[in-house]
């Protein structure tokens, strides 16, 4: 069984909340809330590729 990797889960967590605050902010008609969550979408998905391939770079899973 392989390890957990509790770093990339987190960036995964968050991400999956940041989609979750794209669709309340849609419920909230908030144009601001949308534009703010597909921003942070895109930060934390990208912090989270980079991570893993500097992970991947040292050798590490």
């Given at each position: ?28 008609r908030s ?19 980079t991570t ?7 050798g590490r899973?």
């Amino acid at each position: 069984m392989k390890n957990l990797n509790v770093l990339m889960l987190l960036f995964a967590i968050a991400t999956t909340f940041c989609i979750m605050l794209i669709g309340i902010a849609i419920a909230e008609r908030s144009m601001l809330g949308i534009i703010l969550s597909i921003i942070a979408v895109i930060i934390v998905t990208g912090l989270g590729f980079t991570t893993k391939k500097k992970m991947r770079e040292n050798g590490r899973p």
